[in-house]
């Protein structure tokens, strides 16, 4: 009984799927500031200030080949009248 019982879990070991670890995924942080001027028909030139932050994770699978890409761009600016 006890020989039955170690060969049914030495089994059950065999039977679980390994786990391979995995890749870590890369992230990038990109910041621009950008200043846009343009001109309206009233005459006065609209000059809007923008900062965009970029952050792109890169997914990977076992290999390490990059499988998914992830953009996440969050915007802040202002429009003052020149």
């Given at each position: 009984?006890?020989?039955?019982?170690?060969?049914?879990?030495f089994?059950?070991?065999?039977?679980?799927?390994?786990?391979a670890?995995?890749?870590?995924?890369?992230?990038?942080?990109?910041?621009?500031?950008?200043?846009?001027?343009?001109?309206?028909?009233?005459?006065?030139?609209?000059?809007?200030?923008?900062?965009?932050?970029?952050?792109?994770?890169?997914?990977?699978?076992?290999?390490?080949?990059?499988?998914?890409?992830?953009?996440v761009?969050?915007?802040?600016?202002?429009?003052?009248?020149?």
């Amino acid at each position: 009984m006890r020989r039955l019982s170690i060969v049914i879990a030495f089994l059950a070991v065999l039977a679980v799927p390994a786990t391979a670890a995995a890749v870590e995924p890369t992230r990038e942080t990109l910041h621009v500031t950008t200043v846009a001027p343009t001109p309206c028909p009233s005459g006065v030139t609209l000059l809007g200030v923008f900062s965009v932050t970029r952050e792109i994770t890169t997914f990977y699978d076992n290999d390490g080949n990059a499988v998914r890409q992830l953009w996440v761009a969050t915007f802040e600016g202002r429009s003052p009248i020149r």
